[in-house]
């Protein structure tokens, strides 16, 4: 099947399929429309390769994701499925570039080689080196996080929004007392985007309520979730309500509590922001969270992506929040601290 059998199906000329598939001039959309839909009914794949050189583009997305020890997680999975799905909808192809945040060299090295349009920038750090050296190097990007600095084609977790809804609904329960849990204290030195943001947030609505602060840093790791919970216990005033912002800690701290014989939510209510329920509900029980939206914000990148490579232009920043699903570890605060 040739691009010949497809303009003679949908009664065009070749040079019409062509513009169609590589944007080289524009086609009306009832054209589009009728080319597409011959390309469906004759069952026609366009090579890549051939329309990557007729419109001088790869038709292929970079995503820049710097996995640690552990990998991908569930949480971030979903920002690369949102990412995947919306790249292959609008005639793309996306590839994974496992780049650490400190490697920009290589990230450019790479990028310089033509094998994509573009680059996707996820774990973005407040002053991310990858972020200049893309630009300097005129590459187009667009970024799921935010740097410091404006005028960036960014979409982002509003973690203001998110973690200010997570203690409002504590203190609603009457807790008075309500410790946040976020990622190892190295994140703050090297200026994780989402560990700066979500303390900065947390710091500022409990002083605005006139709440005492009790933010801790964890390890991201089970035995750096047992750590900070028993940091929490021995305090001496515990808090009533726990905020976790540790996906890989937050197992370690249900299960201390739990060897202490600390009831969730009787005790002590718990809840998980920036989290999905698919993680959330593998600990026993189940943690309430506000539901990062990885989906939503991969498909949002892939469109700010294109719409940078389509106009040169950047859009304002698009935030958006997590939302609450309660599965039931959060309940009134208990009388006195959260020891049985």
Not at 206 to 222: D, H, I, N, R, T
Not at 291 to 298: E, I, N, S, T
Request: charged share 15%.
């Amino acid at each position: 099947m040739t691009m010949q059998d497809v303009a003679r199906h949908a009664g065009v000329a070749l040079s019409t399929v062509s513009a169609t598939l590589t944007a080289a001039r524009p086609v009306s959309a009832g054209t589009r429309a009728r080319v597409e839909a011959s390309m469906t009914e004759l069952g026609y794949r366009p090579n890549a390769l051939a329309r990557g050189l007729a419109s001088k583009r790869s038709h292929v997305l970079a995503l820049a994701f710097p996995m640690g020890p552990a990998g991908l997680s569930r949480t971030s999975a979903e920002f690369v499925i949102g990412a995947t799905e919306a790249a292959q909808d609008r005639g793309y192809q996306l590839v994974l570039w496992p780049f650490a945040t400190d490697d920009a060299a290589g990230l450019l090295d790479v990028a310089r080689q033509g094998l994509a349009d573009g680059v996707l920038l996820m774990e973005v750090g407040t002053g991310d080196a990858r972020v200049r050296a893309l630009a300097e190097a005129g590459i187009p990007q667009a970024l799921i996080g935010r740097t410091g600095d404006d005028g960036l084609p960014v979409v982002d977790i509003d973690f203001d929004a998110t973690v200010v809804a997570a203690v409002q609904h504590l203190s609603g329960l009457g807790h008075r007392r309500i410790a946040f849990v976020n990622h190892a204290e190295h994140r703050v030195t090297e200026g994780h985007g989402p560990t700066v943001r979500a303390g900065e947030a947390y710091r500022r609505i409990v002083a605005g309520l006139g709440l005492p602060a009790q933010e801790v840093f964890a390890e991201e790791s089970v035995a750096g979730g047992r750590v900070v919970a028993a940091q929490l216990l021995d305090a001496p005033q515990p808090p009533t309500a726990v905020l976790v912002m540790n996906e890989e800690a937050a197992f370690g701290l249900v299960a201390e509590f739990a060897a202490r014989g600390v009831a969730i939510p009787g005790d002590v209510s718990v809840a998980a922001v920036v989290s999905t329920p698919a993680v959330a509900g593998q600990t026993v029980p189940p943690l309430t969270t506000w539901h990062a939206p990885g989906v939503a914000l991969g498909r949002a990148g892939v469109d700010l992506l294109l719409s940078v490579l389509g106009t040169g232009e950047v859009p304002a920043p698009t935030l958006i929040g997590c939302g609450l699903v309660d599965l039931g570890s959060t309940g009134p605060a208990p009388r006195g601290g959260p020891h049985p």
